[in-house]
């Protein structure tokens, strides 16, 4: 692990506290060691490469120099599933800041947490958490990485990313930039407003809303019609005889 300094730095809200790194395992393995050690909440790592990138479910991330690689340290307050909302958060703000830097996107948000341009990925998306004893979370850390320069080719799901999308100018600076101001203003929000407002966001830009889709849990796979996200971020959809189902975990297709 090497520090290093960053050509031109971007400037981000006080709130965040970044420090660029040249090559490591994961920005989320390193921002976690951290957490642990007692570092601020709003600590930021910023990485050129991941030479272990995941994603969830342990799902390898491909992790070259030129795309954005970012780990932020979070202390919010709530209990685990309420703070799991923030990975909607990431989400929404990521969406934004995409149309910032390439306003012609058309960026769409699949449940729980993916981004997506013309339904392929551009965007991943990572949160891991510590339990405190007494209930809550100690910390946690929101790992973002997202295709600026390239995106692979193998990753058994269609995915793009901003160069391939005809935004040149982009870099993972560049995009740093738009993104942490994003990032800090829903999280005000949230913390202020609760989920509410990121639920009615997030709907806004989702992807295959009232239309089919398929789901696969661990035990079992079906099929039903997307009908809505509840009020703690369950998926809510309508089996083909009429009823409905919460989905709190799971893995879904759209056609």
């Known amino acids: ?53 995941r994603g969830r479910g342990g799902r390898q991330w491909t992790s070259k120099p030129g795309n954005l690689y970012m780990s932020l340290l979070l202390r919010p307050p ?26 012609d996107l058309s960026p769409r948000l699949k449940w729980p947490n993916d981004v997506l341009i013309d339904g392929a990925k551009i965007s991943g998306i990572l949160l891991e958490s510590s339990a405190r004893s007494g209930g809550g979370v100690d910390w946690l850390v929101l790992g973002m990485g997202v295709n600026v320069a390239h995106h692979p080719e193998d990753a058994g799901q269609a995915a793009t990313s901003l160069q391939a999308q005809g935004a040149d100018n982009c870099t993972a600076f560049s995009l740093l930039a738009t993104l942490a101001p994003a990032l800090l203003r829903w999280l005000d929000i949230w913390r202020g407003a609760g989920f509410a407002p990121l639920r009615q966001a997030w709907l806004e830009r989702a992807a295959g809303l009232g239309g089919p889709l398929r789901v696969r849990l661990p035990n079992e796979e079906f099929s039903g019609i997307f009908r809505d996200l509840d009020g703690d971020g369950n998926l809510r959809v309508e089996m083909p005889d009429g009823a409905m189902r919460s989905i709190t975990a799971g893995e879904i297709f759209l056609p």
Request: no cysteine; glycine share 6%.
């Open 1 to 53: 692990m090497r520090e290093i300094q960053a050509a031109q730095p971007p400037h981000l809200p006080a709130f965040f506290q970044p420090l660029y790194l040249d090559s490591v395992t994961s920005t989320n393995d390193e921002m976690k060691q951290r957490a642990r050690a007692g570092a601020a909440e709003g600590s930021l790592i910023v990485a050129r490469e991941q030479r272990a990138g």
């Open 78 to 103: 709530g209990s685990v599933g309420a703070v799991a909302q923030i990975s909607f958060l990431a989400a929404v703000a990521l969406a934004e800041a995409l149309l910032e830097v390439a306003p």
